[in-house]
């Protein structure tokens, strides 16, 4: 069946085709005026949201090989930069191609920052602070008390680590999908690793080099996550109760580390929501896995 392909200008797709507001993040992007974002992303329950919907009301925000972006309607995964939902359906046997071509400004502005590294630096006026490269014009300045020193710092921290990174890659949310794709890597790098492990040799010489790899990276996600978890589900109106080894140890001391993990895997797949996971969930888990607790010295007696 051969599909007729229709050409949008951004105006005439706006005012055709209505778009839904993403009520599951506040910080969406893709704003109508002063409204909330449109743009789901790519993944995570954003993601689940939109392959809910109609096929013929999803749009896929592509990043085009000549640098513009566009919208095709229908969900593709390929190149995708996040989805649009549509309140009116695109006609069967239908594709519409809207182009967003970057203007000029726009284009100069992503390029023409000042290379990094950045670096804080006190000013000749008393009590100032610069932002600069070392040599190189003056980012900007502020005062130098405690709140503002600290946000040069955070500023200058930011730039460099996303040196190599375009600025529009950076505003549509890229940093955190790399974020939210690599635990999904480690996850399953991990679990492979588990499942290879005692059953075969073969692969002993790669697993010795992929252990530390995947220690390492997983250090390097848990130390920024830590931080900001609570504060990234905030933002999305969502909590969650976490649960570690430790815990499952409290009441079953008898349990090894990779024991206690399977109590928290097992809580995890047979989870009630009306029971949750709880201090009197975990020791029947480890029990239904591992058996009774063994008696202790003192209920012996």
Not at 175 to 199: C, P, Q, R, Y
Not at 200 to 220: M, N
Not at 228 to 256: F, K, M
């Amino acid at each position: 069946m051969t599909s007729t392909i229709i050409e949008l200008t951004e105006e005439a797709f706006a005012a055709q085709y209505r778009l839904r507001t993403n009520h599951l993040n506040p910080s969406a992007s893709w704003a109508c005026g002063e409204g909330a974002g449109c743009l789901f992303e790519t993944y995570g329950v954003e993601l689940a949201f939109v392959r809910q919907q109609n096929p013929r009301t999803v749009w896929t925000l592509i990043d085009g090989d000549n640098g513009d972006p566009y919208i095709l309607s229908g969900l593709h995964p390929v190149n995708r930069l996040g989805y649009l939902v549509s309140t009116a359906p695109v006609p069967e046997g239908t594709t519409i191609r809207v182009r967003i071509p970057i203007r000029f400004e726009q284009a100069a502005e992503a390029t023409a920052h000042t290379p990094e590294p950045w670096f804080v630096q006190p000013s000749d006026h008393p009590g100032g602070l610069l932002i600069k490269p070392i040599p190189g014009q003056v980012v900007a300045q502020c005062d130098q008390v405690p709140e503002m020193k600290a946000n040069a710092r955070r500023i200058c921290a930011a730039v460099n680590a996303c040196k190599g990174i375009g600025t529009e890659a950076l505003e549509r949310g890229k940093i955190t999908e790399l974020w939210h794709v690599l635990g999904e890597l480690l996850t399953a790098a991990g679990d492979l690793d588990a499942a290879i492990n005692g059953a075969t040799g073969e692969f002993d010489t790669e697993r010795a080099r992929l252990t530390p790899a995947l220690h390492a990276a997983q250090a390097i996600l848990d130390g920024g996550m830590a931080l900001d978890l609570h504060e990234l589900l905030a933002g999305r109106r969502q909590i969650a109760a976490i649960w570690c080894i430790e815990d499952v140890q409290e009441v079953r001391p008898d349990l090894t580390g990779d024991q206690a993990w399977e109590v928290l895997q097992e809580a995890q797949h047979k989870h009630d929501a009306m029971m949750g996971i709880s201090w009197d969930t975990l020791p029947i888990l480890a029990e239904d896995l591992f058996g009774p607790a063994p008696e202790t010295a003192d209920e012996e007696e």
